[in-house]
């Protein structure tokens, strides 16, 4: 292994004390009241300002980023939960009147004219979007709605089945939908929708509060709807809502027909005469479901050696983060779903949490958080913590690119060369099945927010639309029709991180181009994608995709390109 060169000197405090922490609103307060009182006589005074306070908001970040680490890692917790919600009511809420005084404090001064303006010149254009859409009847709503949002997660970490009399988490027991025993397949897929089902009107009367709360938010803004003041808080200045319409269509036209003929092959290789949802995961060439590692810790050693094979910097990044245990892999009962890379501004070391069991899809998904990982140490060095908040455009390019680049190297976690060419061509599979899946999330979520007064039939109706526009149009649902309004449910992000979700696809296809470029000259594209990534955002999304030599464009024809280079690779497997 290469000297560990990621290990990152954590940055001296120059504001607040060195033992400072954040323990109620009177230990915050005097720092926030001194940033927004400053008198400030100069430009050089403005920078330091801007410095002082990013330091304030990297320590606050990073402790609301423990609070929510350590209620994910057990939901039961009660302890942790309560310091989550402390944040969240207690700290949270006074703080937004601070940031949108600091914004006003910074485009009023008469020395920001002397600031180098293409330097600040992204980050003004959000604080300046941020001051618009600032209302402060709106503080108690977006609390109310970050704890609502919480309890998405404590419902969902509570689910467990029992199959064969062991009981286990829902990612466990979906493990076994890539079982070559149909009825096996059957039951594990039953079960899990049933639990999922058991708390269907829960879920859906929390989404109805959160829409409600949320349509409240936009209004008081001065917007039509909560989807347009999305746009404008999630800062999308380089594409409108019409064209996430046009790449949703672009998908329907050029990548579901690919997954329909992916399904088709699979009904005739497995010898059905129709596929239900039970039979998508299994490998229809009759082999077992690939098993790349047993534990968590050799899942993490092993893609630590990935990494390393692809950059000696990649490797020490994981080793940095294994040393100081920023990691938490393994699939437990009472953890929440999913998983997530959090960044932690002040150390600049974020944490990885995710619900391993032993799949490929395990392998994929430490690789996609890793790539998040390498951008926050990549963007540890800029100035302003602003700077190192990218938008989930480029976010995503950093981990979905990593899944693809990572490839070559796959041998470390499949010996066998023909698991190893299985396993890269069920990812790649995987890779296109993401365009109709984002397309069905993002457009529901366009309609849910167009019509916030909808009824849950209205609801169902036009979920059961937008699916059957983009999925499974090869796969029989005859007997499963009530748990089919609900799938929508199991996606996180409409509780929790609504909107952000066709950036998966924006990203995908970013993801794609680098991939293309790193099969002819891996080197070179290794080096632009590092140097795209070192930037944050300092500059637009165009402007970082082009520093890594590809285009930020999700056009028909953009798309059919980069899908064809996809299919001509599986072939090539």
């Given at each position: 292994m290469a000297e560990n060169t990621a290990v990152l000197a954590p940055k001296a405090r120059t504001f607040l004390p060195a033992d400072y922490q954040v323990t109620d609103w009177d230990a915050v307060a005097p720092y926030l009241e001194d940033l927004k009182n400053r008198n400030i006589q100069s430009a050089a005074e403005l920078e330091q300002w801007l410095l002082d306070r990013s330091e304030v908001e990297s320590v606050l970040s990073e402790d609301m980023g423990w609070r929510y680490i350590r209620m994910t890692i057990d939901t039961r917790d009660e302890t942790?939960?309560?310091?989550?919600?402390?944040?969240?009511?207690?700290?949270?809420?006074?703080?937004?009147?601070?940031?949108?005084?600091?914004?006003?404090?910074?485009?009023?001064s008469p020395y920001l004219p002397e600031l180098d303006r293409e330097k600040y010149r992204i980050y003004l254009r959000s604080v300046e979007k941020a001051i618009e859409i600032f209302r402060e009847e709106n503080i108690p709503l977006n609390t109310e709605i970050t704890t609502k949002q919480q309890q998405?997660?404590?419902?969902?970490?509570?689910?467990?089945?029992?199959?064969?009399?062991?009981?286990?988490?829902?990612?466990?027991?979906?493990?076994?939908?890539?079982?070559?025993?149909?009825?096996?397949?059957?039951?594990?897929?039953?079960?899990?929708?049933?639990?999922?089902?058991?708390?269907?009107?829960?879920?859906?009367?929390?989404?109805?509060?959160?829409?409600r709360l949320r349509h409240q938010v936009a209004q008081h803004a001065g917007f039509a709807n909560f989807r347009d003041y999305m746009f404008a808080a999630l800062g999308r200045f380089d594409y409108t809502v019409q064209d996430c319409f046009n790449f949703h269509e672009a998908i329907a036209a050029n990548v579901v027909p690919l997954i329909d003929a992916i399904d088709r092959e699979r009904g005739k290789n497995l010898g059905l005469p129709e596929l239900k949802p039970w039979d998508l995961d299994v490998d229809d060439t009759g082999q077992p479901p690939l098993e790349p590692f047993k534990t968590g810790e050799e899942l993490l050693l092993k893609t630590i050696?990935?990494?390393?094979?692809?950059?000696?910097?990649?490797?020490?990044?994981?080793?940095?983060?294994?040393?100081?245990?920023?990691?938490?892999?393994?699939?437990?009962?009472?953890?929440?779903?999913?998983?997530?890379?959090?960044?932690?501004?002040?150390?600049?070391?974020?944490?990885?949490f995710m619900n391993a069991t032993s799949s490929l899809r395990d392998v994929v998904t430490i690789l996609h958080e890793g790539g998040h990982a390498v951008h926050n140490f990549l963007t540890h060095e800029l100035p302003l913590g602003a700077f190192k908040?990218?938008?989930?455009?480029?976010?995503?390019?950093?981990?979905?690119?990593?899944?693809?680049?990572?490839?070559?190297?796959?041998d470390i976690f499949f010996k066998d060369e023909a698991e190893l060419r299985r396993a890269k061509k069920t990812h790649l599979e995987s890779v296109l099945e993401t365009f109709p899946w984002v397309a069905t999330i993002d457009r529901f979520q366009h309609w849910v927010y167009e019509n916030p007064d909808h009824t849950l039939a209205e609801r169902e109706h036009n979920w059961l639309q937008i699916f059957n526009q983009f999925n499974n149009h090869e796969v029989s649902w005859e007997g499963l029709e009530k748990y089919k309004p609900y799938i929508w449910q199991k996606q996180l992000h409409?509780?929790?991180?609504?909107?952000?979700?066709?950036?998966?696809?924006?990203?995908?296809?970013?993801a794609i181009a680098?991939?293309?470029?790193?099969?002819?000259?891996?080197?070179?594209?290794?080096?632009?994608?590092?140097?795209?990534?070192?930037?944050?955002?300092?500059?637009?999304?165009?402007?970082?995709?082009?520093?890594?030599?590809?285009?930020?464009?999700?056009?028909a024809t953009y798309i059919k390109s980069l899908t064809d280079f996809v299919q001509a690779e599986m072939e090539r497997l």
């Open positions: 942790a939960t309560e310091a989550f919600n402390f944040f969240v009511n207690e700290i949270e809420p006074h703080i937004a009147p601070y940031d949108h005084a600091l914004n006003q404090k910074l485009v009023e998405y997660a404590a419902l969902t970490g509570a689910m467990n089945v029992t199959l064969n009399g062991e009981e286990m988490t829902l990612p466990k027991a979906a493990d076994r939908l890539k079982s070559l025993d149909r009825q096996v397949r059957r039951e594990a897929y039953l079960a899990i929708q049933e639990r999922r089902y058991q708390d269907k009107d829960e879920l859906n009367n929390l989404f109805s509060e959160l829409i050696d990935v990494f390393y094979q692809l950059d000696p910097f990649l490797g020490d990044c994981l080793l940095t983060m294994k040393d100081m245990g920023r990691l938490d892999l393994e699939s437990r009962k009472g953890k929440a779903p999913g998983g997530y890379n959090y960044p932690l501004d002040e150390t600049g070391v974020p944490f990885i908040h990218t938008p989930s455009e480029v976010a995503e390019l950093a981990s979905m690119s990593m899944e693809l680049i990572s490839m070559d190297h796959w409409l509780y929790e991180v609504p909107f952000y979700y066709i950036e998966y696809a924006m990203a995908q296809l970013g680098v991939w293309k470029n790193y099969q002819k000259n891996p080197k070179a594209a290794l080096a632009s994608y590092k140097a795209a990534l070192s930037l944050g955002y300092t500059r637009s999304i165009a402007e970082v995709y082009e520093a890594a030599n590809i285009k930020f464009d999700f056009s």
